[in-house]
């Protein structure tokens, strides 16, 4: 099983619609949570961190469940320019270099 | 503020040979940390590096190796290149002390192993 666990979709959606993405982690000793998205053949870029209370970006909210060990983002409204692959990462512990990784959700908005 | 820079953009090298990858980190950034990302596949962490030591390594065998100079710029060699490494390798910068620093990642170098 690995450390992190996305659905890797594709999920496919029409401009307006609100979608959301779940990702799941195993170790419980993990301390800052993050989602990326990339565009394709280049760099992830940050999207947002996300923290305990939950998190609000504009169109996108982040949301961390320590309990269960899952982390979320939901996309409101969504545009024909979200469509990318959204990573989520977590970090054990104050080093801030290491993450792991899930393998992306790639999302495709259309007309 | 100068963002993380990485070269070559892209590599083509054969089965056994060594290559290096360069990165320079983004200013005010004291940690590198080099991924390796399959096609689709998530970032692999393979190390980083902190006042120019490693500090912290992934999964990678030992013909994975960095430096970090003083700058804060640093290399990634792979010697005795494998089909499997072909990859997108990936430099990113951060805070050593943040423990929620995200990382800023440079634009990546595909590595194409024939």
């Known amino acids: 099983r690995k450390e992190v666990e996305q659905d890797p979709g594709p999920f496919n959606v029409p401009e307006g619609a609100t979608v959301a993405f779940n990702c799941t982690y195993s170790n419980s000793a993990s301390q800052s949570f993050f989602w990326y998205r990339q565009d394709c053949r280049k760099e992830p870029k940050l999207l947002m961190s996300v923290y305990s209370s939950g998190n609000e970006d504009g169109r996108f909210t982040a949301q961390l469940n320590r309990a269960s060990q899952y982390i979320s983002l939901l996309i409101r409204d969504s545009k024909l320019s979200d469509s990318a692959t959204y990573l989520c990462a977590v970090n054990e512990g104050t080093n801030a270099g290491k993450s792991t990784f899930g393998d992306g959700t790639t999302l495709t908005v259309k007309p | 503020e100068t963002g993380v820079t990485q070269s070559p953009t892209h590599l083509i090298k054969t089965r056994g040979q060594q290559v290096t990858l360069r990165c320079s980190s983004q200013s005010g950034h004291n940690t590198v940390s080099w991924y390796q990302q399959a096609l689709g596949q998530g970032p692999q962490f393979i190390f980083q590096?902190?006042?120019?030591?490693?500090?912290g390594r992934g999964n990678f065998p030992p013909r994975f190796s960095g430096l970090q100079f003083p700058n804060y710029s640093s290399e990634l060699n792979v010697n005795a290149l494998e089909l499997d490494d072909s990859a997108l390798y990936l430099c990113?910068?951060?805070?050593?002390?943040?423990?929620?620093?995200?990382?800023?990642f440079g634009n990546g170098t595909r590595l194409t192993v024939t």
């Open positions: 590096y902190y006042r120019e030591e490693e500090n």
């Open positions: 990113a910068s951060s805070f050593r002390q943040g423990a929620h620093s995200p990382l800023h």
